[in-house]
């Protein structure tokens, strides 16, 4: 009689082990998963931030093919799209965000910026609009202001610069990219005042050294500005004021600033001295 209740206990053991080992099995299995996504999400972020952007695409298209229907493996796809210059796959892959669940009107600013890379203003401008205007926030308003500049709309293009520069902490760019705006306009004392503005902010910033140039030489003001400039940057704005003063009629004064620009540039000045010599012919 005693062998006949051992062997429900023993097959009861059994079941316990059993039922303990599929609990520590999947116990492993969850843990593994969550190791699994951080992996994954460092990954992600290390492909949209340092890794080579192609790859980057090489990457974000196999992951949406494994899992469709994550919006966020699609807005990596997108923007590694754009980070390489495929802009019009990146219209195509910012589209299809914007048409997923879930997605944001972050992503609608985002379709913007890579319509407005293949000037598709009107497009942009409609993907603008779709969002509230509650939603405040520096790319936002940096692209409505670039809208505006294409549609020629000064009034809001002002506006919209100046609500952009104060929603970021290094607004440096926005005051070239609103100097250019009054440049385009014709209104170079302006221009020349967010250019000299923009450098203030970031004395790295030689495409607004370069337009501090151009604004000037537009008023035939052909002194160089009193800016940071190394050697080299100095020749290469030289040459730029020198084009200036081509285009405004003062050939002798662009002669002039290109023969400083080549004695100035550290190493032979290809550029310069090609525009010397096509004036010198003249």
């Not at 039922?19 to 998963?33: H, N």
């Not at 695409?57 to 990596?76: N, Q």
């Not at 497009?123 to 926030?137: G, N, R, V």
């Not at 000037?216 to 730029?240: D, F, K, S």
Request: charge should be negative; hydrophobic fraction near 40%.
């Amino acid at each position: 009689m005693r062998h006949v209740f051992l062997i429900p206990a023993m097959i009861a053991g059994a079941l316990t082990l059993s039922a303990c080992a599929e609990s520590g099995e999947q116990t492993v299995e969850r843990a593994f998963q969550d190791v699994n996504v951080v992996d994954e999400s460092n990954l992600n972020d290390v492909m949209l931030t340092v890794a080579d952007p192609n790859e980057a695409v090489s990457y974000f298209t196999r992951a949406t093919k494994t899992a469709p229907d994550r919006i966020d493996l699609h807005r990596g796809l997108a923007s590694s799209l754009v980070r390489a210059k495929r802009n019009t796959e990146g219209v195509a892959a910012w589209t299809q965000v914007v048409g997923m669940k879930g997605s944001t009107d972050e992503d609608k600013v985002q379709l913007a910026d890579a319509l407005i890379r293949i000037n598709e203003w009107t497009k942009a401008k409609t993907a603008l609009d779709s969002i509230p205007p509650t939603y405040e926030t520096f790319q936002r308003y940096r692209l409505e202001a670039m809208v505006a500049d294409a549609n020629k709309q000064w009034k809001k293009s002002d506006s919209f610069y100046e609500i952009a520069a104060g929603l970021t902490t290094a607004p440096a760019g926005v005051m070239n990219n609103w100097g250019y705006s009054k440049l385009t306009r014709g209104d170079y004392a302006e221009a020349e005042r967010l250019f000299g503005e923009a450098i203030r902010l970031d004395q790295s910033l030689f495409t607004a050294k370069n337009n501090l140039v151009l604004a000037r030489g537009a008023q035939r003001n052909y002194a160089m500005p009193v800016v940071p400039m190394n050697q080299i940057e100095r020749a290469q704005l030289l040459h730029t004021m020198a084009l200036a003063a081509v285009k405004q009629g003062d050939t002798e004064t662009a002669k002039g600033l290109l023969r400083d620009a080549i004695a100035t540039h550290p190493q032979h000045f290809e550029e310069a001295v090609r525009s010397l010599k096509a004036l010198e012919t003249a």
